[in-house]
């Protein structure tokens, strides 16, 4: 008897409770705090239809719900801190029935800059240590890790086009597969031959252009490896739509048809 109450007790654990708990979330209240932060720092939340920006707001209880904030040197979270980096990173999931970032748990935020360990093997075996300033990093481990002071509304990087949050939580969706490769977990074979096709065209053009040292609408950042091309052209997407569409429209229509949104629509 008490074996069969034991099993029913687990499985309302372990189905039930996950579904209630989701309903609990997705139905509280959205204060108007929470809207007003959105308006201030998520650009164009204020120009979305109206059904985009209930999606976002869904995305957002959910990433807020399932993902811990942790500061870093002296830096204090408040609800700013967690709505901004919520709904930049959840803009990259509007319109698309998918997990809100599985594999992350935990972001870290730093005031600013902050210092990363790197190390390299030179040939020959020498093992040599540097340090590097960064502004944001996505770990494999399940965090990512951001400078406040990149994230928050910042004229300067709005109009170079770039948004750090964007930028790391591209990093999360390449990596879903195990590996950050550029290549995003896709619903085909056919779209996965199609993404490589444009992918490896755009990526060498980007590659030529910054060897010659030419401008270009894509940042040359993006040359460093196919990862980081995939996270610059997703911030190009975003921040730069018209301006893409218009200049690379095949990856344009890529990215489009792999984020399921046109940003134009509210740019």
Not at 43 to 72: D, N, W
Not at 198 to 225: C, F, H, S, W
């Amino acid at each position: 008897m008490w074996a069969l109450v034991l099993i029913i007790g687990l499985a309302l654990a372990f189905f039930v409770w996950p579904k209630l708990r989701l309903y609990y979330v997705l139905n509280r209240p959205f204060p108007s705090e929470y809207r007003r932060i959105l308006r201030k720092n998520v650009p164009g939340y204020i120009a979305m239809p109206t059904h985009l920006q209930m999606q976002l707001k869904r995305r957002i209880r959910v990433f807020l719900s399932e993902k811990t904030f942790v500061g870093c040197g002296g830096f204090e979270v408040n609800d700013e801190v967690r709505l901004t980096i919520a709904g930049k990173a959840c803009l990259l999931l509007l319109n698309r029935e998918i997990a809100v970032f599985p594999r992350l748990s935990q972001i870290l935020v730093y005031p600013g800059a902050f210092i990363a360990p790197r190390q390299h093997t030179e040939l020959g075996g020498v093992v040599t240590h540097t340090n590097q300033t960064l502004s944001g990093e996505s770990w494999s481990d399940g965090r990512v890790i951001l400078a406040w002071d990149q994230v928050a509304n910042n004229p300067h990087w709005d109009e170079l086009g770039q948004d750090v949050v964007i930028h790391e939580f591209a990093h999360q969706l390449d990596s879903e597969d195990g590996s950050v490769n550029g290549a995003p977990i896709l619903n085909s074979r056919e779209a996965y031959r199609l993404w490589s096709e444009v992918m490896a065209k755009e990526y060498a053009a980007l590659l030529e252009a910054t060897e010659r040292n030419q401008p270009y609408l894509i940042d040359r950042y993006g040359a460093t490896n196919p990862g980081e091309f995939f996270a610059v052209t997703s911030e190009a997407f975003f921040k730069k739509a018209h301006a893409l569409a218009e200049k690379h429209p095949r990856l344009f229509e890529l990215l489009r048809s792999y984020y399921q949104v046109d940003p134009r629509e509210w740019q």
